[in-house]
């Protein structure tokens, strides 16, 4: 049950996860990229500043120490001449205080010497751990400019993208529909057409019917001319005489 739990948890989370990378801005992941970068950097060169210091630090102790070093030795000289001095003049408290402060003081060089051994040692460790602490910041340093690059290089990318997905889309709407109450221009095209077919089937119809029109008015002519034609041969079978022309009424002015 509880390894069923874990699988529908990652298999959830990786649905998550999917989904907000199909919707999120590539130019934000790529500021936050470079972001985490730059904040490395910067991490790094922390470190490497401990690093550094550390060696400096371990420098300035053994120089400290070998100072410290050089002094107790010119006082243990020094105690032992003053003891001898003393044994010399008989003084036997002086010769025993100063031999017993000539034995500190050579105990104290043993203690010194062993420390400054230890810090010569140790300043060997921290002056490699420093030149590599220094690489490493240069060498990130390097790839961080590249990534800099990289990062103008995917900005104009995500700007072309974009501006291809505008005009892609921008496209698609002479093909699909915008909504619900814009027609497409496929659609827009296909009215006009049938509006236009329409309009010149009717001027078609129109000028077919004047032709009509005219064929009729020549039949009904030519009906009549035979008709006349009848009209006399009946006549002059009949032997009366053709009617006389009539004349066409001239239309008089007022001034006759």
Avoid: C
Wanted: aromatic residues 2%; proline residues 2%.
């Amino acid at each position: 049950m509880w390894r069923l739990l874990k699988r529908r948890w990652r298999y959830l989370t990786a649905r998550l996860g999917g989904r907000w990378e199909e919707k999120a801005d590539p130019k934000t992941q790529l500021e936050q990229a470079i972001g985490e970068a730059r904040e490395q950097h910067r991490r790094l060169r922390d470190q490497a500043a401990n690093v550094i210091a550390n060696h400096k630090q371990t420098e300035i102790r053994l120089n400290r120490a070998l100072s410290e070093l050089e002094r107790v030795n010119r006082n243990a000289r020094q105690a032992i001449r003053m003891a001898e001095e003393a044994a010399q003049s008989g003084d036997e408290a002086k010769t025993a205080s100063y031999t017993n402060a000539a034995e500190q003081l050579a105990g104290r060089l043993i203690t010194l010497e062993e420390e400054i051994e230890s810090l010569k040692s140790l300043l060997f460790q921290t002056s490699e751990a420093a030149d590599q602490a220094k690489a490493a910041v240069s060498q990130n340093a390097l790839s961080l400019q590249e990534k800099l690059g990289e990062r103008q290089k995917l900005l104009g990318q995500i700007d072309q993208a974009r501006m291809q997905e505008q005009m892609n889309e921008a496209m698609s709407t002479l093909s699909e529909a915008v909504g619900e109450d814009v027609p497409t221009l496929a659609e827009v095209r296909d009215k006009i057409e049938a509006r236009y077919a329409k309009a010149k089937g009717a001027a078609e119809l129109v000028e077919e019917g004047s032709t009509e029109g005219r064929m009729l008015e020549i039949e009904a002519a030519a009906r009549n001319q035979e008709a006349k034609a009848r009209l006399d041969q009946i006549r002059e079978n009949l032997g009366l005489p053709a009617p006389a022309p009539q004349e066409i009424p001239r239309s008089t002015t007022g001034g006759d």
